[in-house]
């Protein structure tokens, strides 16, 4: 079940689901809208032989960007402002904007379900399927997440439990 405003509050409110920082006016009629941090994973060029147990961050420059030029087709990392704590009965969906997305900026390639039980900011896998570069800046409201109640409980105690 897909929670909506109210029930959002509700959750934060008794202080289940936390959102650091909260700001109410990020709270829309079924998600939370989630904002760009100034951080961001550049790929440095060369060949990546992809593996389990492979770490992105060998392969990546970490900085801290004002704003950042995506040209066409290139691929980012990044990661929220907020740090999200969900309780072992709620897990989450990260989606990208409709408004943003109309212009060719995706927030995630493939990694978009957030676990139960997580305490962390979620990393975004930012492409620009645009034929435009694209500016983008942190403190932007890149992306939402839609919270589902779960069926039982589970807690995530994986590689990325603490990003």
Same mark, same amino acid.
């Given at each position: 079940?897909?929670?909506? $405003? ?9 202080? $289940? ?76 969906? %990260?989606?990208?904007?409709? /408004? @943003?997305? $109309?212009?060719? %900026? ?40 839609? @919270?589902? $109640? ?8 994986? /590689?990325?439990?603490?990003?």
């Amino acid at each position: 079940m897909i929670l909506t $405003r109210k029930e959002i509050l509700t959750e934060i409110k008794e202080k $289940r689901v936390k959102i650091t920082p909260f700001s109410r006016g990020n709270l829309s009629v079924a998600s939370y809208d989630l904002t760009l941090d100034s951080k961001f994973w550049l790929f440095k060029p060369g060949e990546i032989k992809v593996k389990e147990g492979i770490d992105f961050k060998k392969y990546c420059v970490e900085k801290n960007m004002k704003k950042i030029t995506l040209l066409p087709g290139e691929f980012v990392l990044a990661r929220t402002k907020e740090k999200i704590n969900l309780p072992e009965d709620i897990s989450g969906f %990260l989606s990208g904007r409709s /408004r @943003f997305a $109309r212009l060719g %900026l995706g927030v995630h390639v493939t990694a978009f379900f957030i676990n139960p039980g997580v305490n962390n900011r979620q990393v975004f896998e930012i492409k620009n399927n645009s034929n435009n570069p694209l500016v983008i800046y942190p403190g932007l409201k890149i992306a939402q997440i839609i @919270f589902v $109640r779960n069926e039982g409980r589970a807690k995530y105690n994986g /590689r990325y439990k603490k990003q």
